[in-house]
């Protein structure tokens, strides 16, 4: 399994944590605030800084040392609920961390061109 792919279920199952949450009249963020306290913690921790800024023109970025380049983005699937990714290597991410006004105009083309990509396959995928 990719991190793509463990990013897209992981969301999924926090959203059917909240649906569940709400339907029982519960607070959702009184189910999922804690643990994101506790994770964006221990991510500091780990890596000397918070990964609060992996966020790049509305778009989760995820850090992954096994990509091939030094920068992807997600491949889309049929789940009309994904939303595009950029994979990056850390030293990728500091990079553009240091000089975001630079990058920000082609991140900003790219997750454009990411969700006309998904678009354009939700509508393939409905037409079959």
């Keep these: 399994m990719s991190k793509a792919e463990a990013f897209s279920d992981a969301r999924r199952l926090i959203q059917e944590a909240v649906d569940v949450a709400t ?4 607070d959702p963020a009184v189910l999922v605030a804690p643990h994101c306290a506790e994770i964006a913690a221990a991510q500091a921790d780990a890596h000397g800084r918070s990964s609060d800024n992996l966020n790049w023109c509305g778009v989760s970025v995820i ?3 096994d990509l091939h380049e030094l920068f992807e983005m997600s491949k889309p699937d049929h789940d009309p609920e994904q ?3 950029f994979l ?3 030293s990728t991410a500091d990079l553009v961390r ?3 006004e630079r ?3 082609s991140l900003e083309r790219m997750a454009e061109a990411g969700q ?3 678009k354009f396959l939700c509508i393939k995928k409905t037409s079959d």
């Design 23 to 26: 339907r029982a009249g519960i």
């Design 63 to 65: 850090i992954d040392e």
């Design 83 to 85: 939303k595009p990714t």
């Design 88 to 90: 990056v290597t850390q």
């Design 98 to 100: 240091e000089d975001f």
């Design 103 to 105: 990058y920000e105009p």
């Design 116 to 118: 006309e990509n998904k």
